[in-house]
Nanobody, 121 residues
Framework: QVQLVESGGGLVQAGGSLRLSCAAS????????MAWYRQAPGKQRELVAA???????NYADSVKGRFTISRDNAKNTVYLQMSSLKPEDTAVYYC???????????????WGQGTQVTVSS
């Protein structure tokens, strides 16, 4: 069974920093993309940042210059370093991994349980 477990969420003041981690475990052949999404109350879930197996990254415009995504392929772990946090960053952050469990299998999206990030003014 594939499991994604996030950690690092919490309460932080505006201007502060947090580092989120997400470790994928279980029967995994390869992970194509790992990403962070977030969902604020009353809003759709949105892509925050993504990183490919080769290290290419993509960021939402709202977080460019403030957030950094990285991954450790050996550990099947993705990180999101969040700096200069703003109240509008408050949301539940979800880890996502597009992966296959065998060489001949298809890629599927797997989700973590989510971790709350609250930024106070």
């Amino acid at each position: 069974q594939v499991q994604l477990v996030e950690s690092g969420g919490g309460l932080v003041q505006a201007g502060g920093s947090l580092r989120l981690s997400c470790a994928a475990s279980g029967s995994i052949f390869s992970i194509s993309v790992m990403a962070w999404y977030r969902q604020a109350p009353g809003k759709q879930r949105e892509l925050v940042a993504a990183v490919t197996s080769g290290g290419s990254t993509n960021y939402a415009d709202s977080v460019k210059g403030r957030f950094t995504i990285s991954r450790d392929n050996a550990k099947n772990t993705v990180y999101l370093q969040m700096s200069s946090l703003k109240p509008e960053d408050t949301a539940v952050y979800y880890c996502n991994a597009n992966l296959k469990v065998s060489r001949l299998g298809s890629n599927y999206n797997y989700w973590g349980q989510g971790t709350q990030v609250t930024v106070s003014s």
